[in-house]
């Protein structure tokens, strides 16, 4: 009963974390954070979880990424509170980190469990197929019934106007930004997605029909990415894509596969073009950061944020101004005309905590969190992510602990080759 219950339980958070993330239950809360503590406590009731919960907290490798996490950014705010003249400090995001911490705990203890990672792999295949046919569908209405549905009954009004500003510079008509009012991170959401199809489909390459089933959830996925109009999820969906199949083919074969489809793609590039209602010349084009008239982050455009913050944060550049900083500067202030919101992790993490941030703190996670795994499909997923968290921010967070725990767990108990790193 107890398996059932805790099956039942981890199947919803999964659902609130992808398809509801910023649902609150009123207080202010997201219902998925509620959610975890329920988890949480009933795991904590197992006498043999509360044995061995120091223990997992410590010794799992995945786990202990985030404590380590928490343990630098507490030790570079006191740094920051000693050193900075503009100190910031917000319980509410040291109590988050602590979420984290929770969530990475929670998640690796119950998908130990064979029944329950079934349970995970089917809702997260039902998200992927959902959100990517309902981001097509929004992309041809050019509407969102979800967002629309949601601001009305919590009063948030959604300025959909400031996502329509890059459409034609990037050869879309729409930008889609699904259930995140935000298409940069819904392009994130969707590459993971993405990401954790792909390591389905190899990991049951003797099943052929569920492979052909996986292979158009992959197509929806990426035509969705396409749709958000976003670089910054469509490079490591690109990534994610030819570095899981050179895994399975090899060199040769992937080179000649790649030729045929460029060929074919070539020939039926209007026809395509014409169907999607895309502009894939200037699509393409949009895509070098180095193009000019393509609206949104550019190379130079970044090279002028970079070059400027340093002179912004002056003296306070060792240990920043605090965890949190950056976003409670742009409640306060506003978008900034130069640093803008501080979109950037090389930004953010800078801001928020000085050089020991950007230099020790975010690649020092990044590196314990790809060692916590020798899987060449869980370090594959996770360089797509940090890809993404470097160029964009921290973003869909949860939702990367949710799959990584996934990958760390499932690829620790399937001894398959493909998977392991070589």
Not at 376 to 388: D, E, G, I, P
């Amino acid at each position: 009963m107890k398996k059932i219950i805790l099956d039942f339980l981890i199947a919803i958070e999964s659902i609130l974390i992808i398809w509801f993330p910023f649902i609150n239950s009123g207080s202010g809360r997201p219902l998925c954070l509620i959610g975890i503590y329920i988890i949480f406590i009933f795991l904590l009731f197992s006498k043999e979880n509360l044995k061995n919960f120091k223990t997992d907290i410590k010794k799992n490798l995945f786990c202990r990424s985030y404590l380590l996490y928490i343990i630098w950014i507490l030790i570079c705010s006191l740094g920051a509170y000693i050193t900075s003249s503009h100190f910031f400090f917000d319980y509410k995001d040291y109590n988050t980190l602590i979420m984290y911490l929770i969530y990475a705990y929670s998640f690796c203890v119950i998908f130990k469990n064979i029944g329950t990672r079934n349970i995970i792999r089917k809702t997260l295949l039902f998200c992927a197929i959902t959100l990517s046919l309902y981001s097509i569908y929004s992309y041809f209405t050019h509407t969102n019934i979800y967002t629309d549905f949601f601001s009305f009954f919590m009063n948030e009004e959604v300025a959909e106007g400031q996502f329509r500003d890059y459409t034609a510079e990037r050869g879309i008509s729409f930008r889609v930004y699904g259930n995140l009012n935000n298409p940069v991170f819904f392009s994130i959401e969707l590459m993971m997605l993405l990401g954790f199809c792909c390591y389905e489909y190899i990991k049951n390459l003797g099943n052929k029909r569920y492979g052909i089933f996986l292979v158009f959830v992959i197509c929806f996925l990426l035509i969705s990415i396409m749709f958000t109009g976003s670089k910054s999820g469509l490079i490591p969906s690109f990534a994610l894509l030819i570095l899981t199949f050179y895994r399975v083919l090899g060199l040769k074969k992937i080179l000649f596969y790649a030729t045929c489809y460029f060929v074919v793609f070539s020939i039926l590039m209007p026809t395509i073009s014409s169907i999607l209602d895309v502009d894939l010349n200037r699509f393409f084009v949009a895509l070098n950061p180095f193009a000019e008239n393509v609206a949104g982050s550019t190379a130079g455009h970044r090279e002028n944020q970079f070059a400027y913050l340093f002179k912004f944060m002056d003296d306070d550049f060792l240990f920043g101004n605090g965890y949190g900083w950056a976003r409670h500067y742009t409640n306060i202030n506003g978008i900034h005309p130069i640093l803008h919101t501080f979109e950037s992790l090389v930004m953010s993490s800078y801001v928020d905590g000085g050089l020991m941030g950007l230099c020790f703190i975010y690649p020092m996670f990044m590196i314990k969190n790809l060692k916590a795994s020798k899987s060449y499909a869980y370090r594959l997923f996770c360089c797509a992510y940090f890809f993404t968290m470097i160029v964009t921010g921290i973003g869909c967070f949860l939702e990367f602990i949710l799959i990584s725990s996934y990958l760390y767990i499932d690829t620790d108990n399937k001894y398959i080759k493909l998977l392991k790193s070589k």
